[in-house]
């Protein structure tokens, strides 16, 4: 089945610092990308959405500045959380959309600001 | 996409069927019943969709009711793997638009 990788699984950086996840769709060409966060029990907000060669459209209250997008490429979009503070920490997870419009979920970033 | 209702949570035996209840009562015409679960610290994983007739795949079985209210979905044997939390979702089917995620059904499997 559809594959999507996501990377880091975890990481865990000073506060101040900006740190890069990686989506990848494996085995097919995704023009969207989804972003979501997760705080501790809570279910996933959609943060941003990603098209391919544009820029990303943002959820009401998700600073564009602060949280990066790019999607570059039909099998890559990447999330850059710039200038990360303890508040930013969370568990940030992508997702795909195939050509037949499913979509498909990576396994996640924990991401740990100190 | 159409609001839904679940139960916070649930416990099931392992190895018993575990039902797992979903309200939809505005649910529209063209849209969906979708079914997805996240196991701890993990992305979400599809299991199941329909529109009115009920459904069975190697995972679950769905069961829509015939005003289409409302719907269950079947896991036929539980194990402990099956702990998760189950997202029921309402929308026109593979609109490509992002999944809204409720609050979901935390199930417990126990030994």
């Known amino acids: 089945g559809a594959v999507v990788s996501q990377h880091p699984s975890w990481v865990i950086c000073k506060s101040g610092t900006s740190v890069k996840i990686e989506c990848r769709s494996l085995?097919?060409?995704?023009?969207?990308m989804f972003w979501y966060r997760q705080f501790p029990k809570q279910s996933l907000m959609l943060m941003a959405t990603?098209?391919?060669?544009?820029?990303?459209?943002?959820e009401q209250g998700v600073e564009k500045d602060k949280f990066l997008i790019n999607h570059a490429s039909l099998t890559l979009s990447t999330l850059t959380v710039t200038s990360a503070h303890p508040e930013d920490s969370s568990f940030y997870i992508c997702?795909?959309?195939?050509?037949?419009?499913?979509?498909?979920f990576g396994d996640g970033t924990r991401l740990s600001i100190l | 996409d159409a609001k839904t209702t679940q139960p916070t949570s649930m416990d099931c035996a392992e190895g018993r069927a575990a039902n797992l209840p979903c309200n939809h009562s505005?649910?529209?015409?063209?849209?969906?019943v979708y079914w997805y679960r996240q196991i701890h610290s993990q992305g979400p994983q599809y299991i199941i969709h329909?529109?009115?007739n009920n459904e069975t795949n190697e995972m679950a079985s769905l069961i829509i009711t015939e005003d289409r209210k409302s719907s269950t979905l079947i896991l036929p044997h539980a194990t402990l793997r099956d702990t998760a939390v189950y997202y029921c979702?309402?929308?026109?089917?593979?609109?490509?638009?992002?999944?809204?995620f409720g609050k979901g059904t935390s199930l417990l499997v126990t030994p």
């Open positions: 329909g529109l009115k």
């Open positions: 997702s795909a959309r195939d050509p037949l419009v499913s979509q498909h």
């Open positions: 505005t649910i529209s015409g063209n849209e969906y």
């Open positions: 990603s098209n391919e060669g544009s820029k990303a459209t943002y």
């Open positions: 979702i309402v929308r026109v089917e593979d609109s490509g638009y992002a999944l809204n």
């Open positions: 085995d097919f060409q995704a023009t969207t």
